[in-house]
């Protein structure tokens, strides 16, 4: 199984980023999908999550600015967001957890780099 992430890069804040996660297989093969986000010199923290039936879950901080949604045709997880300070800065990763012959398993994608500049 792999999670390939993409949509990161250079923003001025207040500007927007979509992040993509595209899996090897169908996304259903997972129970919760979700991004994750590392700071230089912090430990990585959950960004957003998104259950197979599309229940969605959102750290305090990512609330009013961040929507995670899925394409089941494209198995595909995305995270807009908006609004995006300074401090959004991280390198984000892709996360799945595996459901069903994938119970157990863990897998992450290779992360995406999200600047944004003051």
């Known amino acids: 199984v792999q999670l390939q992430a993409s949509g990161g890069g250079l923003v001025q804040s207040g500007g927007s980023l979509r992040l993509s996660c595209v899996a090897s297989?169908?996304?259903?093969?997972?129970?919760?999908m979700g991004w994750y986000r590392q700071a230089p010199g912090k430990e990585r923290e959950l960004v957003a999550s998104?259950?197979?039936?599309?229940?969605?879950n959102y750290a305090d901080f990512a609330k009013a600015q961040f929507t995670i949604s899925r394409d089941n045709a494209k198995d595909t997880v995305y995270l807009q967001m908006d609004s995006l300070k300074p401090e959004d800065t991280a390198v984000y990763y892709c996360?799945?957890?595996?459901?069903?012959?994938?119970?157990?398993?863990?897998?992450w994608g290779q992360g995406t780099l999200v600047t944004v500049s003051s």
């Open positions: 996360n799945a957890d595996g459901a069903g012959s994938l119970r157990g398993r863990i897998y």
């Open positions: 297989r169908s996304i259903f093969s997972f129970h919760v």
């Open positions: 998104i259950t197979s039936g599309g229940v969605r």
